[in-house]
């Protein structure tokens, strides 16, 4: 899907959604991936390594629902909103990449329902404010869909929905960790 989106946008330069949607796709594969790895048998800098892209993927989706929502609904943010999320999203991931603040490095294995077993590592001391940081992030896309009142509103709801299913999952993932 990711490939077919940046097709037609190479057709269609003007139409930035479907760049949007691409790159969400992108991080989407990216985040579900490295999550696949996670159950690999690696090293355990491997297993930093890999937690710390899933981090990154899912921090970055909240920013890519921010651009794609508004490209979408034909929203323009003022520029400071603009400069302002892209802070905010930042911010935890450098600091997720430059300590142990986020997630720290010692690595940690889970046994799964099924058989099999899971390899993270420990939560740092910032994980939960950044992680509801992003969170908090991610609800503006559905939020903003839901309440702009133009000609589509049904298509609106629906990827509002989207957004608060993927929302619920990572609220999921973000309990069990």
């Not at 390594?49 to 508004?70: G, Q």
């Not at 400069?83 to 889970?110: E, H, K, Q, S, Y």
Request: aromatic share 14%.
């Amino acid at each position: 899907m990711t490939i077919l989106a940046l097709a037609f946008w190479r057709i269609q330069r003007k139409e930035r959604t479907t760049l949007w949607l691409a790159s969400w796709l992108a991080a989407m594969a990216v985040f579900a991936l490295a999550r696949l790895v996670q159950y690999a048998s690696l090293s355990d800098s491997t297993y930093i390594v890999v937690a710390r892209i899933v981090l990154t993927a899912a921090y970055v989706l909240a920013w890519l629902s921010y651009e794609f929502a508004n490209s979408f609904a034909g929203y323009r943010p003022q520029r400071w909103e603009h400069v302002v999320f892209m802070i905010l999203t930042a911010a935890p991931i450098l600091l997720l990449w430059t300590g142990n603040f986020v997630l720290t490095d010692t690595v940690v294995v889970r046994d799964v329902p099924f058989g099999g077993e899971f390899h993270g590592v420990e939560v740092g001391i910032l994980y939960a404010p950044a992680s509801l940081l992003i969170l908090v992030l991610g609800m503006v896309a559905p939020l903003r869909l839901i309440r702009l009142q133009n000609l589509h509103r049904r298509e609106n709801f629906l990827l509002a929905l989207g957004y608060f299913l993927v929302i619920l999952f990572s609220l999921n993932d973000f309990v069990a960790t």
